[in-house]
Structure formats: C-alpha cells, structure tokens
C-alpha cells in the first residue's frame, strides 16, 4: 500500500552473505550471544539450499566440514557480473570466504582489483575494506591512515553508511584487529543488530524504497491509476531529490544514480510537466551531465563504462521529452543496438533476468516515431522478439535465463515487451501464466531477481507485484485504450491508511477478468495483444 507521504515501502529480505558475515564478526568479537543463534537459526536451512554460494556460506559460517561438492565455479557466478567489474568482485568473494575459513590457499587477487581510480564511494569503502581484511590474513597488520579514515567515516552509531549492510559489515570486519577500534566496532554491531530480522538474518541493503516507489508510479499509471495517486508519488519524489537533480535508491543515500533518477523522470513527466517543470528540468540535466560519448548512460559517474540497462533507462525518460532531448534519446537507442548480443539479449545488468533490460529496450524502442526498417530501434525491437518467442516456455512465463523455469518476474518482463508488439498468442500465455502466480492477496510470488553488488542477488518483495501491475497495464491499455481505473485518493484516503483501493465499480479487473479481456479481443478481432 502506498503510504500517505506517497513512499511504496518494501524492506529487503535476509540474504545468507551478510547474515554469515555478521555471525562470524558476533564470534569474533563474542558478542551478543541471543543474536548469534538466531543468525544460526536463519542459516541452518540454507546449508542445504539449491544456490551453490548460499550453501557454502551458510555451512562455513555455522563450521560444517567443507564438501568437495560444495565448491563454488567461481568463473561462472562471477559471470554474471559486468566485465568491468570483475576482478574487484573476485576479490570481494575472496574476502569473504577468508573470513568465513573457506578461501582457496592458492588464489590471490589480482592488483588491479584494489585501484581505486574511477570509483564510486560505495565501491572504494568496499575495496578498501577488502584490501584490509586480505592484508590483515596475510599478517601484514599496518594499514594507509588514509584508508583507516576512509573506514571510519563510514561509522556512525545507529546509521547503516549508505543504508548498505555489507560495506557496514565489511569495514567492522576490517577495523576489528586494528589497535584503538574496538569501540567503534562494537557500536557498528548495535546498530546493525537494528535491522536484524524476524526470521534471524540480516540484508543487503535496509531498502530501496525511492526506486521501488517510483518504478510503482510508473506501473500505477500505466494501470490506470488516478492522477491524484501519481501525484501523490511525485511530490514525495521531489522532496527526495538531490541539490544536484538525481535521485538515489533509498532517503538518505547520498550516491544519485542514473536507475532511479529516469525513473522519477517519467513519474513527473506522467504527473504533469507543467506542475513539475522545476524537478524536470533539474533532474534531465543531471542526466544529461552523466551521458558517455558513446551516447550511452552509466550508473554513478560521469565517464564510468556505459550500460546496456541503464541506457535503457535513461532512453525511457528522454522520450517523454519530445524534440529537446531527441539527439540524446537517438544515440541512446544507437548504443543499445550496438550492445544487443546476437540472440536479442543484453550484457549483465542489475537483474538475474536478462529479460529486464530487454523490456526496457523494447519499450524505449517502440516509443520512437516512425521507426524505419533499418533504424536501431527497429533492429532492437526484432532481435528481442525473436528472443521471447524463442525462450517462452510450455507453461507460457519466461525465466531468467535460458533453460530456467518460468517465474513471474521476468515473465513480466517478457509480457511488457510483448505489449509494444503484435504478438497475441505470447502475450495470451504469458498472461495466463503471470495470472497463475497470484496470492489469494492480490501479491504476486516470485523467485529472487535484484543483483547488488554484482553478481549477488537479493530480494524485493514488492518488486514482482509492481512489475506484474506495469506488465498488465501495458497489456491491458493495449487491448483498451481506456482502461478502468484503480485506486483514487479522496480526502480521508491522505490521512493515516494512505492510498486504499477505491469501491468495488472502480477497481482493477480481477484475474478472470484480464483473461476475458486478453481472449475476447483476440477472438472478436479486437485490438490485438
């Protein structure tokens, strides 16, 4: 439910990466021993879990004997991560097995691992953090002042350092055998013992509640939502935007980034640009100034690799714009059809499905007018529906790779695409297979899907019933192009409850009801899906 400051509030599910770190630091520290066994109530089941990494943290942290079996093909998990990327992960993983008593004895990170030129601040507290904790396990126990302050300035009792539990964790890792920092150490553990949960572990991140509430106001929209809701969304965006235009994952987080801020484009775009021309403007600039000469967009920095995803993004933005940022928006979609792999797909992004950037390809594409037969839109848009036709499964969903079975996520991925494209019969049986998935609360299940850090995944909740919402809308305003409306905001709707749904006659079709709609106008000759 959306909340009456307009925030979509969904808290990150325990991952086994921090959980396991944070035992190890409570043993290593011998502190808060009721803590400790609810982390070992968390692990215990994952020690037997079907995800190879889950399972050898989860039994290194509880000090079960290695398994051959439980090795984990590091090239192929570090695969999924961006090529840029990968020697710092590796080290990362590194790190972690290290202290977890796992690391193989004869791997040693690669030099280029630890620069931290061109970073990020997230990524250089985590580099800094890994290249202390390997030092300190090779006996080297002096560390760069500059590195130590680094560290601590990332402590702060009751405040996760950029809301990100394993850069917090990671440091009190670091910091624990340094002369003078215990103190500090056993403050961090207070606080992140705060967002521990009720089933034992703790997260990745505390939430990303910014991206997630846009990327609603979007799918609310596109659903037929009323314009008070949107509206609603966007004010509480604006009032989260930074001085310098953009917008980061969650309140408080001071990195802005190019995901969340197109996002929140399109939800003041869809609000009203005559309303919200202030932010709109602000925010576009801070895009623009983040653009890489080869028109293509990154997450953080300026000057950073672009991203497939991330151009998508940013694509999907600059086309609300019209003729101002239509060079932008043209080298956007050039970009991305000179990264579109052979068979339609894209490289890694921060999804495990790599239908996700393919939906927002597709959808930047398809708003280009007068799409040529050799322009990159239309070169985007072919390969990509040949990949869906290709990779749908007998049960009608899409999963996020190919030969994995269908979940919803990526099936609503897949279902969005779909929506640009005259392709009923996908569309029909991916629909069924989505409408299969629902709880008997409205909430769609889901396997996990977000990736952070790349290539560990974690768990949104709400993330499946938002892009569920925006699959469907998309289909539905495909098949009608006034759709019935859902919740509206009246007056004592603003008050504690927050935006509730509206009487029975203006609610969003129920499922029976968008399988009518998705069979009755394919079989009358209606508009098709």
Not at 63 to 79: E, I, K, S, Y
Not at 216 to 224: N, R
Not at 334 to 353: E, I, K, N, V
Not at 364 to 382: K, L, M, N, V
Request: hydrophobic share 40%.
């Amino acid at each position: 439910m959306i909340r009456p400051d307009g925030t979509l509030h969904s808290q990150c599910h325990s991952r086994v990466l921090e959980s396991a770190l944070l035992l190890a630091l409570l043993e290593r520290t011998r502190l808060e021993p009721a803590a400790r066994s609810r982390l070992a109530a968390y692990l215990t089941p994952h020690c037997d879990s079907p995800e190879p990494l889950d399972r050898l943290l989860a039994r290194a942290a509880l000090h079960h004997r290695p398994d051959p079996a439980d090795l984990l093909d590091v090239d192929r998990f570090l695969a999924r991560a961006p090529d840029f990327s990968g020697p710092r992960k590796r080290a990362l993983l590194h790190a972690v097995l290290m202290l977890l008593g796992v690391a193989p004895a004869d791997e040693t990170p690669a030099p280029e691992a630890f620069s931290s030129h061109g970073l990020h601040t997230w990524a250089r507290v985590q580099i800094t953090a890994v290249k202390t904790i390997l030092a300190h396990a090779h006996g080297h126990r002096m560390v760069d002042p500059r590195d130590l302050k680094l560290m601590c300035s990332t402590q702060r009792p009751g405040t996760v350092w950029e809301a990100n539990l394993l850069i917090h964790l990671s440091v009190l890792h670091a910091l624990l055998p340094l002369p003078g920092q215990y103190r500090l150490v056993v403050e961090g553990v207070r606080t992140v013992l705060q967002h521990q949960r009720p089933d034992g572990g703790v997260p990745f991140i505390c939430d990303e509640d910014t991206w997630v509430t846009a990327t609603a106001g979007v799918a609310l929209h596109a659903a037929g939502a009323g314009a008070p809701v949107v509206d609603l969304i966007a004010r509480r965006l604006v009032a989260l935007q930074h001085p310098a235009g953009g917008w980061s994952y969650t309140e408080g987080v001071q990195l802005p980034d190019v995901d969340c801020t197109s996002v929140a484009v399109e939800v003041l775009h869809l609000a009203g640009p005559g309303a919200y021309g202030v932010p709109l403007r602000r925010a576009l600039g801070a895009l623009h100034a983040l653009r890489g000469a080869d028109g293509g967009f990154p997450t953080y920095l300026p000057g950073a690799p672009s991203e497939a995803c991330m151009t998508a993004a940013a694509a999907n933005a600059l086309s609300t714009q019209g003729p101002a940022y239509r060079h932008e928006f043209e080298t956007a979609l050039a970009y991305l059809a000179s990264h579109q792999r052979p068979d339609g797909s894209f490289p890694p992004d921060w999804s495990s499905s790599r239908l996700h950037t393919v939906s927002r390809a597709v959808l930047a594409a398809s708003r280009r007018p007068r799409i040529s037969p050799d322009s990159p839109a239309q070169h985007i848009i072919g390969k990509a529906v040949n990949l869906l036709a290709d990779s749908q499964n007998a049960d009608g969903g899409w999963g996020q790779q190919d030969g994995d079975a269908s979940d919803a996520l990526s099936t609503a991925y897949a279902l969005t695409a779909l929506s640009t494209q005259n392709t009923p019969g996908p569309a029909i049986r991916g629909a069924a297979y989505l409408l299969t998935q629902q709880r008997p609360d409205g909430s769609i299940a889901s396997i996990p899907d977000s990736i952070g850090p790349r290539p560990f995944g974690f768990t949104v909740p709400a993330l499946a019933d938002v892009f569920a919402l925006l699959a469907l809308g998309h289909l539905t305003r495909r098949l009608d192009p006034a759709p019935r409306r859902i919740p509206s905001v009246t007056s004592g709707d603003r008050g504690e409850r927050g935006i509730r749904e509206s009487p029975a006659r203006h609610r969003a079709p129920r499922s029976r009801d968008w399988t009518v709609l998705i069979l009755e106008a394919v079989l009358t000759g209606g508009r098709s899906a």
